[in-house]
């Protein structure tokens, strides 16, 4: 029997931002309109675009491993909540890594990461970090200093071109990074090495820390100009999971791929609309207006 | 002494040619850093990234991820200027073993101070997971890949190019954390590394003649830095310790001297020959190492403010001092 994967798509990002709310709330604060926005692309990705190697129960997290060096030897990164990195399979990289309790979320939807794994959310001494690194659930790379992520899969998929791999790389971004030099720089160079089984989605949610990237710095058109970098790009509505799909289905032309994914950064809880433009940071500043989230939850 | 000239260049094509995971990365400065032989010799192994050091480093962490072993070349500056954050987390933070090669240190460069890495030991030293070599010669140049593929983490090298001189026998190749002990004696301790070591065994010819007993240690590993021989030189001169860098003396050699001076306790007048908290200019190596304090005759001048005597030596005397190669006199065994 075919199973609507769409209608799995949109449930599973509703309980994404429940969760992201839940935490929200007991911290007092959180990145909540990057699970607004970004919610049906990455829950597409997990549950529909990727093939990424199964792995055979949730797993559960464990405590900070320390950072990696020569004397720790039983470091391990988060890429296991991901699945074996086999030649065939498919690799994934967050970049924005204030993204992480949304990817957090995500996982648990996704059967990779135990539920109970989210209480140790912000927790002194845990891996699951309020801005993950590579120790934490679903992350591979350090990319918290943002920019950085897309050179370091650049790198990657070029070392799995030579190695033969069959395996697609993704990575996903947010639109303020195309503000930083080091991007242009990747993807410059992902072209010139094309890279062609190397994919970016891009959460293009108009919003960064500052306020709206509109008035921050402008990047627009982001179409053209990654075209003209030699990218094959797609844009697409950001909340709709067919279209998040279809990109990842077209047969390659030798570019690497770019879907633009436009989004809104309140989808889903139409409450944050309030504190707009400051949309990168949810912080309750009244009791009150915390007891006006709690009631959201309920409903959300 | 026998000058020999594209060491790097010749010598990379012969090591890397049983290491298929090798592959060099190059930012638009391929004959510059000598990996054009590579690039001709090894095309497929050859990763041009264009004026765009930020993407490189994070670029060769992801293929060190995936088992590869990337050489980065590059002038110095490019490296620890440029890109420093992406060499901090992109590569550092996770271990990666991307080896970069540093051209230019210090003013080994007529190209001013934009071409200059007078800092790069004290940014890269003090970097986590960082190992530090600086070459000092055409034997070192020749047996440092060997050095910085044997460590399983970064490594960043300060590296020479051109015509250099062979100050130590071929026979005995850069290791690690091993200094070289190029002299013995109790009245001064100086310690040197990079193209300053040539100056020091100027001077030290020098003072030998005026009866001063120098301890001459050459260090090419500046990180890590703990073998026993250092100490022991930094303990036992009766006048003092004298360091001659092509760095800042903030931050690289000098500095790696006065922590260990005062960790141990050792209670010995330190004297640092280097950059003064100055940016340098554009000019001759040796008008700059006579400008800034880095020669043979500046270290004269210095050992005898530690001796608090005139030993009665000119600028023509040193000019005339020739230096043949020199062993060890520490057996790698004894060190």
Known sequence: MQTNWTDEVRQASRRVRRRVL????????????????????????????????????????????????????????????????????????????????????LLIEAGRMDPSGLDDFNRDGSSVEMIGAEHSPGMEVTAGSLGQCLSQAAGIALARRINGDQGKTWVFMSDGEFQIGQTWEALQAAS?????????????????????????????????????????????????PEAIAAPAARATDGRPLAVLCDTDPCFGLPLLRHNAPKLHYLRFKTPDERETYRRALEVL | METLSRVHANNLVAWAKDKPKAVVLSADLTSSCEADAFRDAYPDRFISMGVAEQNMLSFAAGLAREGFLPLVHTFAVFIYRRAYDQVAMSVAYANLPVKMFGFLPGISTPGGATHQAVEDVALMRTLPNMTVLETGDATEVESVLDVAASVPGPVYVRMLRGELPRLFPASEPLRLDQPRVLSRGRDLTILSSGLCTEEAMKAVALLKTRGVAVEHLHLSTLKPCNHPAILQALAQPKHGVLTLENHLVQGGLGSIAAEKIAEHGLGVKLYRLGLQDTFAHGASRAYLMRKYGLDALALVRAAEGALKTDLNIRAEDLAQVRIEAVSSEAKPEDL
Not at chain 1, 22 to 37: D, I, P, R
Not at chain 1, 78 to 97: I, K, T, V, W
């Open chain 1, 22 to 105: 839940e935490h929200t709330l007991k911290h007092n604060g959180g990145y909540m309109s990057q699970a607004c926005s970004s919610a049906e692309i990455l829950a597409t990705l997990y549950l529909k675009v990727m093939n990424l190697a199964p792995v055979d129960k949730p797993l559960r997290p464990g405590p900070f491993p320390g950072v990696p060096s020569r004397d720790n030897r039983l470091y391990a990164t988060g890429a296991e909540f991901n699945g074996r990195a086999l030649p065939h399979q498919d690799r994934f990289f967050l970049s924005p890594a204030h993204y992480a309790l949304v990817l957090y979320a």
């Open chain 1, 192 to 240: 010139f090495h094309q890279l062609d089984r190397l994919a970016v989605y891009v959460d293009v949610n108009g919003q960064q820390c500052d306020g709206q990237v509109a008035k921050v710095m402008n990047l627009e058109p982001l179409h053209g100009r990654l075209e003209s970098f030699g990218w094959r790009v797609l844009r697409v509505n950001g909340h709709d």
